[in-house]
């Protein structure tokens, strides 16, 4: 009798210890197979979200207006988000004065604003949503140095903090204008450019404005749609000293 209870003691406790080790051997196993799980790609941020510009400064429009100058030379230091927020939104920002109708800040004939601001710098090349204030990603990677051979060579474009390069639909101006297009939107041109040199000022910036550029390959740099024409490079940043 006593015999039978120690065999089936023993019988319960062999039972009880292969019970625990099939648990440890599962959960290893449970351990190793989420090990060799492939880690979860980063998602591609493709838009970016610029902070809200300011209406007010710390420089007047009459002290900036004569600091203005052509900068070529520019030094190896980068641009703030906020500072990119604010060149883009005195270059094209939305400005919703009219509650019917969303202006930018600069004029354009017939309010018809047929013009696209991109943006490059060390990252990638993106284009200026102004509606929402965000960079849209279009392609990664420093492209400066090609925008700089699509342009003869000009150092500034490849030294600056970042480039724009404004873009403009003569066509659609034209469904309006008819021969007259090339002219409004070469002056819409001007006026993003003009607005753009100030503002820069006003940051403690510098710009140059560059017109020399073989037109498709800087609409190739940028993968422009073909129905939009290069009309300015403008390098901005910081001077070399």
């Known amino acids: 009798m006593r015999k039978s209870v120690l065999i089936l003691l023993l019988t319960v406790t062999i039972i009880a210890l292969m019970g625990v080790y099939n648990l440890f051997e ?3 196993n449970m ?3 989420q090990g060799n799980e492939p880690a979860k790609e980063k998602k591609e941020i493709t838009e970016i979200k610029l902070p809200p ?3 007010v400064g710390k420089m007047t429009l009459e002290e900036a207006i004569p600091k203005r100058k052509s900068v070529r030379k520019y030094a190896p230091k980068e641009m703030s988000i906020e500072q990119v927020s604010q060149i883009l939104w005195a270059a094209y920002g939305a400005n919703p004065r009219n509650k019917n109708f969303i202006s930018r800040n600069v004029p354009s004939a017939g309010g018809i604003f047929p013009m696209n601001v991109y943006l490059l710098d060390k990252n990638g090349i993106y284009r200026y949503d ?3 204030h965000s960079l849209i990603l279009v392609k990664k990677g420093d492209a400066r140095a090609d925008l700089c051979n699509a342009a003869t060579g000009q150092g500034s474009i490849k030294e600056a903090s970042i480039d724009l390069v404004i873009t403009g639909d003569f066509a659609k101006c034209a469904n309006r204008y008819g021969e007259r297009a090339p002219r409004y939107v070469a002056m819409e041109a001007g006026h993003i450019g003009q607005n753009v040199s100030l503002q820069a000022v ?5 710009t140059v404005m560059i017109g020399a550029f073989v037109d498709e390959a800087v ?5 422009a749609p073909k129905e939009e024409t290069p009309l300015y490079i403008i390098p901005v940043g910081y001077a070399a000293e």
């Open 53 to 55: 510009a300011k209406t």
């Open 26 to 28: 599962n959960g290893t």
């Open 31 to 33: 351990i190793k197979a």
């Open 219 to 223: 609409a190739e740099v940028i993968s």
């Open 202 to 206: 006003a940051l403690g910036l510098d």
């Open 130 to 132: 102004s509606l929402n």
